[in-house]
């Protein structure tokens, strides 16, 4: 397992993680049309739109410079899914709403970093996702990415970081919610996100929509959307058919809702 001593942050790494996993999802399943990437100088508005957000000057450079799945013009069944039930938060769009009055700064805390713990959050950390679910946090000091109340099969993993929260925080209620999960250096977060996909762990139902392997659905349709990706090649990327594989998992997302429908009426 890795040391905070080997890690280091690096805003152009970070971004270069962010847009391969994007692009790794759209091989997968997102359309390419979702993914927004900023001009060569960064998003131009996005560091004073976000001003008030009480972050540090690096996280607002990171912000300026990811690309994001875009959320402007969309309603919420449009947003694409990025992890099971949890979608990216698409900074760029939301500056502009605070910008424009149709946001508050608080909320987009409360969405990015969760209520328990937004209060206990440094400015040099930031929220990547929202979504009660998957809670991501890059803290662009140390260089790692946090996972708070991660499935616990992956909070020991070979890829995790070894140090105790305990032993590095000066704040105790800084140390707590770092320790309620688990850290990895950016290169390896992302890595470990991409397995989840390509173990069919997450598995996309359409191009909006993930569902979750563990999940205790009644009419669960993972194991035959798995047998349909596998069938299409993934996780295979030179063999992998994308279009004739979400084609037969739409229809197998509406022969699941038809037998949903169907039960109920026998109810």
């Known amino acids: 397992m890795p040391t905070l001593e080997q890690v280091?942050?690096?805003?152009e790494a970070t971004v270069a993680a962010v847009t391969d996993f994007f692009?790794?999802?759209?091989?997968?399943?997102?359309?390419?049309?979702?993914?927004?990437h900023p001009p060569p100088g960064g998003w131009p508005t996005l560091a004073s739109d976000l001003q008030e957000l009480g972050k540090s000057d690096e996280v607002l450079s990171l912000l300026s410079h990811l690309p994001y799945v875009r959320q402007d013009d969309l309603d919420d069944s449009e947003i694409p899914q990025v992890t099971p039930g949890g979608r990216w938060i698409d900074w760029r769009t939301y500056g502009t709403w605070v910008r424009e009055g149709g946001s508050d700064i608080d909320e987009l805390r409360t969405i990015t970093e969760g209520p328990a713990i937004m209060d206990n959050v440094p400015e040099?950390?930031?929220?990547l996702t929202m979504s009660e679910h998957h809670v991501f946090l890059i803290d662009t000091e140390l260089g790692v990415v946090y996972w708070p109340e991660c499935p616990g099969r992956l909070r020991d993993g070979p890829r995790c970081i070894e140090n105790d929260p305990y032993d590095y925080c000066d704040d105790e209620d800084d140390a707590e919610w770092r320790a309620d999960g688990a850290a990895w250096s950016v290169a390896d977060f992302f890595k470990v996100l991409k397995a989840e996909y390509r173990?069919?762990?997450?598995?996309?139902w359409n191009e909006y929509e993930v569902l979750d392997s563990e999940s205790t659905m009644a009419r669960n349709p993972v194991p035959a959307l798995q047998?349909?990706?596998r069938r299409h090649g993934w996780p295979?990327?030179?063999q992998y058919r994308k279009e004739e594989c979400l084609e037969e998992t739409k229809a197998a997302k509406a022969a699941t809702e038809q037998g949903g429908d169907e039960g109920g009426d026998g109810a």
């Open 227 to 229: 047998e349909v990706f």
């Open 23 to 36: 692009a790794f999802l759209t091989k997968m399943y997102l359309p390419e049309s979702a993914v927004v």
């Open 8 to 11: 280091e942050y690096s805003e």
């Open 124 to 127: 040099h950390v930031v929220g």
């Open 199 to 204: 173990l069919l762990r997450w598995v996309p």
């Open 236 to 238: 295979h990327s030179p």
